[in-house]
């Protein structure tokens, strides 16, 4: 009898919609949808999770990922995840914001969400820079970078440093677990999906607030190639951004 | 109401009464920041609330409370927000974001003197930013007008309802007249049968609790797909004008009135004082107090305009409700308007002249 020589090499988790993606070729959100659906199927939590959307490009999640989610206001996502997890405690919640919506707009509301401690998880994505409303300038933009609002670059003096959200996170008192890491290749693909996991552990296992930093490309608005937006990575944004663990409930 | 309203009879404020009737509706979650005059509803709250089995949060912000408030609401809980004008002006974001994703919560404004920060005694200035929208875009709120400390406490059960029927944020409009005044109250919760009774499947068709077995749901206010949102718009245009058949007003000796005031909340109180005086005095005067003031009680007020009565709006601000009443009985009639200032706290007495001027046609 013939051997089976083939092995299927790609296979969708079971919560993942097939069907053509908006976002730009080289786009890390992608590549976070597929964690975040993994993470969820892996942990059985598909059916009894609560999405919290919010505004800028993965505004769309929800068109990706086969769970109930309900669309917050730009920034505000953290206390729309308060009131979902204080309504329905025994479901799994979580948001999924962009630097402009978690570290900018809805800086306050983020904060306030991790030191109160609410047992939930929020996955940030770090791409530098405002994607869908077409290239301004992040709270966490770096020092030299231009965007289509600091076309010179971004200047300490004039617009302050970058901010480190995973650092911030984890110096609140209700903050679990918050890591920081990077979609760049695949060993930083790996660990993102461990942080995640721990995030979201965090949430199912009671510790309290999970908090996972992920650093993206934004290919379009860096106008680089999707290979030179990797390079961006890991040659200038992680010596900024540093990976690793900053709160840890184990 | 078919429950029988035998409860407790308790001496509280209105700000108390908000609180009470809230959890007698079944609310299970509520989420505040401090404001004068309102205060008394997040201090009560933080202790009845958790006794009953729900979650009191003191948010950061206004911003954060409203949008806390959203989040409880797609779940299909029974949750609310109070404030007082400055931050019900912060709260517009989200409260416009629940018109639109269907959302049904309660807000409640003891509105204070406006504009900006202006003072902390009671005011009407807020009539415009409650009916006419408030947040962006083109959505309507459901609004009631307590005037007793007894209906802030009824209105509160009445207001979930009505926002769970209508899936749409409703507004509990008082002052800080109202919040701060005391009375006695009647107790009561809705009774299995009684239109009102709190059912706890109820938004189960369209709530968020995990997929399960069913298909995911999605509740949004975005729509970008060609001709969507004037889809999505026009059913809102269809449900704001079907609230139209729980509109309500009281009357007050309007039967034989030559001249009707009309006066919501804690001014139509007071105007009913004034309209008893001068008609032991044989004025024939009357009032008409619209209970909701979005829908608007149109039908009844143009009813009384079609009899040839005359009317006189009077309000605690510089002129508002009087253009829907204008509105309202344009093919027979239109108002006077006569309006105190915030920071006035009118007596009976202060409207007699205004209202003998208009009778006497000076
Ligand atoms: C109150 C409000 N202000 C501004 C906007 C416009 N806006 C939409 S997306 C966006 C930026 C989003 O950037 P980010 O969070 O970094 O997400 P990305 O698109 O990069 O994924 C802004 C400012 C809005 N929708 N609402
Ligand atoms: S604009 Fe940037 S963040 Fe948005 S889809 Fe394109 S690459 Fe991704």
Redesign the interface.
């Known amino acids: 009898m013939a051997e089976v020589l083939e092995k299927e090499a790609f296979v969708l988790p079971e919560n993942i919609v097939d069907r053509g993606s908006h976002y730009c070729p080289g786009c890390h959100h992608g590549i976070a949808h597929r964690l975040v659906a993994e993470c969820l199927s892996e942990l059985g939590l ?5 999405c ?1 959307s919010s505004i800028g490009c993965s ?1 769309f999640i ?1 068109n990706y990922i ?8 730009h920034g ?1 996502a953290p ?10 405690p025994d ?2 919640v979580f948001s999924y914001q962009g630097d402009g919506d978690l570290a900018s707009i809805g800086l ?2 983020s904060v ?1 969400c991790a030191n ?1 401690g609410e047992k939930v998880s929020i996955v940030f994505v770090n791409n530098t820079v405002y994607g869908m409303t077409g290239g301004q300038m992040a709270p966490t933009t770096m020092i030299g970078q231009k965007t289509t609002t600091c076309p010179g670059g971004r200047c300490e003096d004039r617009e302050g440093s970058p901010m480190k959200m995973a650092e911030l996170m984890a110096s609140l008192g209700g903050t679990a677990f918050s890591a920081r890491v990077a979609t760049n290749n695949m060993k930083n693909i790996v660990s993102a999906k461990r942080a995640i996991m721990k995030a979201f552990r965090c949430q199912t296992e009671g510790h309290g607030f999970g908090f996972v930093e992920l650093l993206s490309a934004c290919p379009t608005n860096w106008r680089m190639t999707p290979v030179a937006a990797n390079e961006r990575v890991e040659k200038e944004m992680i010596p900024y951004f540093p990976l690793g663990t900053y709160k840890d409930f184990e | 109401m078919s429950s029988a309203r035998d409860g407790e009879r308790i001496f509280i404020k209105g700000n108390e009464a908000v609180a009470h009737g809230a959890l007698a509706a079944g609310c299970r979650c509520y989420f505040g920041y401090p404001i004068t005059p309102q205060n008394d509803i997040p201090e009560l709250l933080s202790s009845l609330i958790p006794a009953a089995g729900g979650q009191f949060v003191q948010a950061e912000s206004e911003v954060a409370a409203a949008n806390m408030l959203l989040g409880a609401a797609s779940c299909g809980v029974r949750a609310f927000t109070s404030s007082s004008s400055p931050g019900i002006s912060l709260m517009q974001e989200a409260i416009s974001y629940m018109a639109g994703s269907q959302l049904p919560g309660v807000i409640v404004n003891m509105v204070r003197g406006g504009p900006g920060l202006g003072d902390i005694g009671p005011s009407q200035g807020d009539y415009f930013q409650a009916v006419k929208g408030g947040g962006h875009g083109d959505y309507r709120l459901f609004v009631l007008a307590p005037a007793t400390c007894q209906e802030a406490y009824d209105f509160m059960i009445e207001a979930f309802h009505l926002a769970f029927k209508y899936r749409n944020p409703v507004m509990v409009l008082g002052d800080a007249i109202l919040g701060q005044m005391k009375e006695p109250v009647t107790t009561w919760t809705p009774a299995a049968g009684d239109p009102l009774y709190h059912d706890d499947t109820e938004g189960a068709e369209w709530r968020l609790e995990g997929k399960g077995e069913r298909p995911a749901r999605l509740l949004k206010s975005l729509y970008l797909e060609e001709g969507a949102l004037a889809t999505h718009n026009r059913m809102l245009v269809a449900k704001h004008e079907s609230m139209e058949q729980d509109a309500r007003a009281e009357e007050f000796l309007c039967d034989d009135a030559e001249l009707i005031v009309a006066a919501f909340g804690s001014i139509g109180r007071i105007v009913k004082s004034t309209v008893r005086n001068l008609r032991a005095k044989g004025h024939k005067v009357g009032l008409f107090r619209p209970i909701t003031l979005f829908p608007f009680p149109t039908k009844q007020i143009d009813a009384l305009a079609a009899q040839g009565k005359r009317f006189l709006t009077i309000e605690h601000n510089t002129g508002q409700m009087v253009d829907d009443v204008r509105l309202a009985v344009r093919h027979h009639a239109d108002s006077a308007f006569f309006g105190c200032m915030p920071g006035d706290l009118p007596s009976p007495e202060d409207f007699v002249e205004p209202i003998l001027n208009v009778l006497e046609g000076k």
């Open positions: 598909v059916d009894e999770t609560i919290v505004v929800y086969d769970m109930d989610t309900i669309e917050a206001p505000r206390a729309v995840v308060t009131g979902v997890k204080r309504a329905r479901k799994f306050a509301e306030h109160r």
